[in-house]
């Protein structure tokens, strides 16, 4: 029990602290109509690696921990953060930044 209250805190406090995704990039070279089809392109290939992975772990045995629908939620915690960071990083491989920030 003290496990899933500290799992549970923890998560929360990541929550709180973690900063915020931005949807907004931006490319000298490019409209706003490209980028974001860029954007969903990033995404969507993104949400096909995760949902690929997410598939193989399903298949090797569902719920290892035991928790049940808690471990369940983390999962989609854990897939959601990984779509993001790998949207991000396929952005800035497109050579876009946040919009808002200049590149160095």
């Not at 969507?44 to 045995?61: E, K």
């Not at 396929?90 to 876009?96: P, R, T």
Request: net charge negative.
């Amino acid at each position: 029990m003290r496990r899933i209250v500290l799992l549970i805190v923890l998560l929360i406090a990541g929550c709180a602290f973690g900063r915020p995704e931005t949807t907004d990039w931006e490319r000298a070279d490019t409209t706003p109509e490209e980028a974001g089809s860029d954007l969903q392109a990033c995404r969507h290939a993104a949400r096909a690696r995760v949902d690929q992975d997410l598939q193989i772990d399903q298949d090797m045995g569902a719920d290892p921990t035991g928790q049940g629908s808690l471990a369940n939620n983390l999962a989609q915690y854990d897939a959601d953060k990984r779509i993001n960071a790998m949207t991000r990083d396929c952005m800035v491989a497109l050579d876009y930044h946040p919009a808002g920030k200049t590149t160095p």
